[in-house]
Structures are given as structure tokens and as C-alpha cells.
């Protein structure tokens, strides 16, 4: 188990290293891609050699950032002083290959915001209470005094904006919203990058959509409600990662509904699970933690063997038992 960091110790290892290796969970959403961009631009601003990586490539919905083709795919050992992971709670979600590539690094950090890490590496900052992970950077930016580039400046935003549902989410802060008028204030054009994030998705994410609603079911009392993305249906309609963000949202927004789950199959017959609470007393990190997978109270995740039939038996017979002891029936 790392050590908790302390700023001066934070301090210590951006201004001693030079080599510096970015990387963050595999599937990366807008807060992954758009710390990392943060980051690596600020370091690089600093004079700093800064190689950033992912195990899959940067959706296709959040590749209009500037710098998002700066994330490589781990293809060779990687020559770092240290290895900064962000937005991972789980040593494993970072990807099999970006471990093997990272292998030889000698120091690792630690940066996340879920209740969940498991504080792996040999320093560890974790802010529970942040909104997103583009928070905690833009705090180290404000804290140590380091310049904030204009690619920088909008990926914080994009980080936080899509961590938040656009600020809709019970994560949002005083502090969050203090961020982004500070971002305003140097220059950020919010308008048009929340168009990009959340107004400019292929067509085929409407077809997505339309494919899930076919497979909508609910608990007999409302309560609980998930649908299931199955490899046929991805293959079909060409269905690439990013698409499905944010859609768990629809079901969230069904009157009645504390909890939400989606199951999709992924590769090697396994299944991911994405559960989503609008109520603070239905703590969904709970359901998948029995799992191995883990996250925020409101938000979590997990990775189960298939078939989906199996898994969805499992998933929701906790997930009922969890809403239950709430106190808002079901089963």
C-alpha cells in the first residue's frame, strides 16, 4: 500500500523527475482523456519530457481536444523517472500492455477521487470529495503556481463537465463552479466546447439508443432498471467506445428509479457492469464491489465472467438486496 502524499512531497517529485509517464483506466472517459491532456500539457510548459499513454484508444467523441492525439498505445518499454496514474482506483484497470510497457519504471504516484482505490504505488493523492480528477489537477496547477495553457484549460473543463453530467450531478461543488468561472475568466469558451462534448455524436449512437430501449426492463416496483449492449448489436451497428457514454443517464432520468445498471458484453467473454444511484442512500459502489469493481457512492463499476445472462442474475440480486436495506423496496 502507497503512502499518502503530501503537497510538499507532490512538489518534490514534479520538480526532481524529468521523465515523466502519464497514464490512466482502460475505456478512458472525458476525465481520464481530459486529466491526462491537462497534465501532460502543463508539465511539458514546464520544461518537462512527458509520454502519455492509454490501453485503448481516445474515444471518438472526445478526440476534437487539443493534445488527445498526444495519448499513445503502449507498444515499448517505456524510459521514465516516474509513472503519474490518474483517475484509476484499480492498478489492473490500466490495461495489461500499459503495465507491461510501464514495468521498469522505478517510482509511481497515485492521483484519483474514488472511494475505492486501492492506494497502489509509492505515493497517493486522493481527494474523495473532488468532482472529478481534472479538479485535483487544476488544484496542483493553482497550488505550485504552474502556468495553464489554453489545451490545458480545456481539457480541465471537459474533465469536469462530463464527470459531473455537465454539473447536473450531487458530485458538483462550491469549489467545481469555482473552477470554472476561474477557467472563464482565462479565456475558456465553454459554449462551444459543451457543444462538441454533448451536441455532436454520430448517428449511430442514436441507433445505439434505439437497440437498448429494446431491452429495457425494470423490478416489478420501478426501482431498479437496466438494459443490456450485447457484442451482436456493438458488431451490427459498428458501435465504437464512447458511444454509450452518457446514455445510462436515460435511465437514471426514469421517474421512480434510485438505481441503474448497465451490463454490456465486452471481449474475452467477460461482461462490464456500469451502475448508476440518484439517490445518496443507495450506495451502488456496494453492488460492485462484491464484484471486484468499485468507484463512488453515485457511480461504480465492474468487470464479471459472462454469459450476461449470468452476470445480470448476480449483478441485480445484489442490487436489489442494496436498494432494500435503503429502505426503498425491492425485491
Same mark, same amino acid.
Given at each position: 500500500?502507497?503512502?499518502?502524499?503530501?503537497?510538499?512531497?507532490?512538489?518534490?517529485?514534479?520538480?526532481?523527475?524529468?521523465?515523466?509517464?502519464? +497514464?490512466?483506466?482502460?475505456?478512458?472517459?472525458?476525465?481520464?482523456?481530459?486529466?491526462? +491532456?491537462?497534465?501532460?500539457?502543463?508539465?511539458?510548459?514546464?520544461?518537462?519530457?512527458?509520454?502519455?499513454l492509454?490501453?485503448?484508444?481516445?474515444?471518438?467523441?472526445?478526440?476534437?481536444?487539443?493534445?488527445?492525439?498526444?495519448?499513445?498505445?503502449?507498444?515499448?518499454?517505456?524510459?521514465?523517472?516516474?509513472?503519474?496514474?490518474l483517475?484509476?482506483?484499480?492498478?489492473?484497470?490500466?490495461?495489461?500492455?500499459?503495465?507491461?510497457?510501464?514495468?521498469?519504471?522505478?517510482?509511481?504516484v497515485?492521483?484519483?477521487?474514488?472511494?475505492?482505490?486501492?492506494f497502489?504505488?509509492?505515493?497517493?493523492?486522493?481527494?474523495?470529495?473532488?468532482?472529478?480528477?481534472?479538479?485535483?489537477?487544476?488544484?496542483?496547477?493553482?497550488?505550485f503556481?504552474?502556468?495553464?495553457?489554453?489545451?490545458?484549460?480545456?481539457?480541465?473543463?471537459?474533465?469536469?463537465?462530463?464527470?459531473?453530467?455537465?454539473?447536473?450531478?450531487?458530485?458538483?461543488?462550491?469549489?467545481?463552479?469555482?473552477?470554472?468561472?476561474?477557467?472563464?475568466?482565462?479565456g475558456?469558451?465553454?459554449?462551444?466546447?459543451?457543444?462538441?462534448?454533448?451536441?455532436?455524436?454520430?448517428?449511430?449512437?442514436?441507433?445505439?439508443?434505439?437497440?437498448?430501449l429494446q431491452?429495457?426492463?425494470?423490478?416489478?416496483?420501478?426501482?431498479?432498471?437496466?438494459?443490456?449492449?450485447?457484442?451482436? #448489436?456493438?458488431?451490427?451497428? !459498428?458501435?465504437?467506445?464512447?458511444d454509450?457514454? !452518457?446514455?445510462?443517464?436515460?435511465?437514471?432520468?426514469?421517474?421512480?428509479?434510485?438505481?441503474?445498471?448497465?451490463?454490456?458484453?465486452?471481449?474475452?467473454?467477460?461482461?462490464?457492469v456500469?451502475?448508476?444511484?440518484?439517490?445518496?442512500? #443507495?450506495?451502488?459502489?456496494?453492488?460492485?464491489?462484491?464484484?471486484? !469493481?468499485?468507484?463512488? #457512492?453515485?457511480?461504480?463499476?465492474?468487470?464479471?465472467?459472462?454469459?450476461?445472462?449470468?452476470?445480470?442474475?448476480?449483478?441485480?440480486?445484489?442490487?436489489?438486496?442494496?436498494v432494500?436495506?435503503?429502505?426503498?423496496?425491492?425485491?
Open positions: 500500500m502507497g503512502k499518502e502524499a503530501t503537497l510538499e512531497e507532490l512538489a518534490a517529485v514534479f520538480g526532481d523527475y524529468h521523465r515523466i509517464a502519464l +497514464v490512466s483506466h482502460m475505456r478512458p472517459d472525458g476525465d481520464a482523456i481530459g486529466s491526462v +491532456v491537462a497534465m501532460k500539457a502543463v508539465l511539458e510548459e514546464l520544461g518537462k519530457e512527458v509520454v502519455a492509454n490501453e485503448d484508444p481516445v474515444p471518438e467523441n472526445l478526440t476534437f481536444l487539443e493534445g488527445a492525439d498526444g495519448i499513445q498505445r503502449p507498444d515499448a518499454p517505456v524510459d521514465a523517472d516516474v509513472v503519474v496514474a483517475d484509476t482506483a484499480n492498478k489492473a484497470r490500466l490495461g495489461k500492455r500499459c503495465l507491461e510497457v510501464l514495468a521498469e519504471v522505478p517510482r509511481w497515485n492521483i484519483d477521487h474514488h472511494v475505492s482505490n486501492e497502489y504505488g509509492d505515493l497517493v493523492f486522493i481527494d474523495e470529495e473532488a468532482a472529478a480528477v481534472g479538479e485535483i489537477v487544476y488544484g496542483l496547477i493553482m497550488e503556481g504552474w502556468p495553464l495553457p489554453p489545451a490545458a484549460r480545456d481539457a480541465l473543463y471537459v474533465a469536469v463537465s462530463t464527470d459531473t453530467g455537465s454539473f447536473q450531478y450531487s458530485n458538483t461543488r462550491a469549489a467545481t463552479h469555482e473552477m470554472v468561472s476561474d477557467l472563464l475568466g482565462r475558456l469558451d465553454a459554449g462551444s466546447l459543451s457543444t462538441l462534448i454533448y451536441h455532436n455524436y454520430p448517428f449511430r449512437r442514436v441507433e445505439l439508443l434505439r437497440e437498448l431491452t429495457l426492463e425494470h423490478s416489478d416496483d420501478g426501482r431498479v432498471a437496466w438494459w443490456t449492449l450485447t457484442e451482436e #448489436v456493438k458488431d451490427r451497428l !459498428g458501435v465504437k467506445p464512447g454509450s457514454e !452518457g446514455l445510462i443517464d436515460v435511465l437514471r432520468a426514469i421517474r421512480g428509479v434510485v438505481a441503474v445498471v448497465f451490463f454490456e458484453e465486452v471481449e474475452d467473454g467477460m461482461v462490464r456500469s451502475t448508476r444511484s440518484k439517490d445518496p442512500r #443507495v450506495d451502488v459502489c456496494k453492488i460492485c464491489a462484491e464484484f471486484g !469493481g468499485g468507484g463512488h #457512492v453515485m457511480a461504480s463499476g465492474a468487470r464479471l465472467p459472462g454469459p450476461v445472462e449470468d452476470a445480470r442474475k448476480r449483478v441485480l440480486a445484489v442490487a436489489f438486496e442494496v432494500e436495506a435503503a429502505g426503498l423496496s425491492t425485491p
